[in-house]
T-cell receptor, first 110, second 113 residues
Framework: SQQGEEDPQALSIQEGENATMNCSYKTSINNLQWYRQNSGRGLVHLILIRSNEREKHSGRLRVTLDTSKKSSSLLITASRAADTASYFCATDAGDYKLSFGAGTTVTVRA | DAGVTQSPTHLIKTRGQHVTLRCSPISGHKSVSWYQQVLGQGPQFIFQYYEKEERGRGNFPDRFSARQFPNYSSELNVNALLLGDSALYLC????????????FGSGTRLTVV
């Protein structure tokens, strides 16, 4: 079973627009991480936010974490065609594993 | 610095056969984890090894086994392959710090026919 659930399942936006996706999870966590996957290959680590943090930025990425609601959001600003990919949230509950959601598929139209 | 390397890239096996997948972590990373990703789903945790010891095992049958070598590379073995074992198998290495993410390899695409 999967710990996290991403919403929406799919997202189509115009180049230059912002993309927002959400993640909900069920148990207490040490940190939450976001990964990108292109065309079913390896995952690329984007950003990690610890349970005592509320917001984090990295380049065009902004992540928020609300532990009271057990939810996180990933915002990609000024999207580019190269941002077309699947995005996964993964929770680390300190039990030696990451628990992934089913992912959000983002398509950026030129 | 080389990333996480996995071999082979693709593999086709027949039901009932055995398969061995290999992974070399990033230099300095002592932890290796294995994940299975079925098409259209997120990765599912199989094993984590640290300093050659198994630290975690996911909800997979005993047909799945793994080990880690003194140089921290790892093998995932699957016996008596089933059609449902067809998936992308991902290896990840990490420094095992709660402020450090995982680095994934490009995966091995296993097809069981």
């Amino acid at each position: 079973s999967q710990q996290g659930e991403e919403d929406p399942q799919a997202l189509s936006i115009q180049e230059g627009e912002n993309a927002t996706m959400n993640c909900s999870y069920k148990t207490s966590i040490n940190n939450l991480q976001w990964y990108r996957q292109n065309s079913g290959r390896g995952l690329v680590h984007l950003i990690l936010i610890r349970s005592n943090e509320r917001e984090k930025h990295s380049g065009r990425l902004r992540v928020t974490l609300d532990t009271s609601k057990k939810s996180s959001s990933l915002l990609i600003t000024a999207s580019r065609a190269a941002d077309t990919a699947s995005y996964f949230c993964a929770t680390d509950a300190g039990d030696y594993k990451l628990s992934f959601g089913a992912g959000t598929t983002v398509t950026v139209r030129a | 610095d080389a990333g996480v390397t996995q071999s082979p890239t693709h593999l086709i096996k027949t039901r009932g056969q055995h398969v061995t997948l290999r992974c070399s972590p990033i230099s300095g990373h002592k932890s290796v984890s294995w994940y299975q990703q079925v098409l259209g789903q997120g990765p599912q945790f199989i094993f984590q090894y640290y300093e050659k010891e198994e630290r975690g095992r996911g909800n997979f049958p005993d047909r799945f086994s793994a080990r880690q070598f003194p140089n921290y590379s790892s093998e995932l073995n699957v016996n008596a392959l089933l059609l449902g074992d067809s998936a992308l198998y991902l290896c990840a290495s990490s420094l095992v710090r709660d402020d450090y993410g995982y680095t994934f390899g490009s995966g091995t695409r296993l097809t069981v026919v």
